[in-house]
């Protein structure tokens, strides 16, 4: 299985709301990140999970909180959003390596709109 | 500054004629790797190919080869007998690891490649 899988796959919500998007992977890979990715806009790094433990916060704003309950799945937690953060979130995942290698694997992304 | 540059922005290419697509790179760190990645419409992001900064070989995968020229900091993606299904955004991205362990990609701002029948 060399799939990551993301749901839901569009998601609209109001500024109040709070509301999660789901990756998983079963590729045994020990590395998973979520990137942000605006419209005509390469995608940029949120986070990174390596071993199940937050290792990179992109100085990311407190309304995004990222959880990964182990080491197949990944959560982002969204609260009090603002229409700005309507983007694509792709979550990918790799194994972690101690040089430049390992490809990351991405799922089909989320496309968020905040109303 | 930047760490990945896309020079091109947009580009048309006849159908089966190779293209080449352009790619330079900034770091001090010794060791880093470098992907290739396609982006269609539906916004997947589908990795084609990787070089690292040891391989002492150009990286081949079918279709694809990367030209990878170090002293230039250069790292350019090629495609031969492109395919009308090779119309779609493509990413050059780069991954340092001064210390080890996990790292997120940085990516340039891409290049919408446009093959035409």
């Known amino acids: 299985d060399t799939e990551v899988t993301q749901t839901p796959k569009h998601l609209v919500m109001g500024m109040t709301n709070k509301k999660s998007l789901k990756c998983e992977q079963h590729?045994?890979?020990?590395?998973m990140y979520w990137y942000k990715q605006k419209a005509k806009k390469p995608p940029e790094l949120m986070f990174v999970?390596?071993?199940?433990?937050?290792?990179i916060n992109e100085s990311v704003p407190s309304r995004f909180s990222p959880e990964c309950p182990n080491s197949s799945l990944l959560n982002l937690h969204l609260h009090a959003l603002q229409p700005e953060d309507s983007a694509l979130y792709l979550c990918?995942?790799?194994?972690?390596?101690?040089?430049?290698?390992?490809?990351?694997?991405f799922g089909p992304g989320t496309r968020l709109t905040v109303l | 500054a930047q760490k990945i540059t896309q020079t091109q922005p947009g580009m048309f290419v006849q159908e089966k004629e190779a293209v080449t697509l352009d790619c330079t790179y900034d770091t001090s760190d010794p060791s880093y790797g470098l992907f290739w990645y396609k982006q269609p419409s539906s916004g997947e992001m589908i990795f084609l190919i990787y070089?690292?900064?040891?391989?002492?070989q150009n990286a081949t995968e079918g279709r694809y080869s990367l030209n990878f020229q170090k002293a230039r900091k250069s790292a350019n993606l090629v495609i031969s007998a492109s395919q009308l299904g090779d119309s779609a955004m493509y990413f050059c991205a780069m991954r340092e690891v001064p210390g080890g362990g996990a790292d997120g990609l940085t990516f340039g701002k891409g290049t919408h490649l446009i093959i035409q029948p």
């Open positions: 999970y390596s071993y199940e433990k937050l290792s």
């Open positions: 590729m045994g890979h020990r590395a």
């Open positions: 990918a995942s790799s194994r972690p390596t101690s040089g430049g290698e390992g490809e990351q694997f």
């Open positions: 070089q690292g900064s040891y391989d002492q």
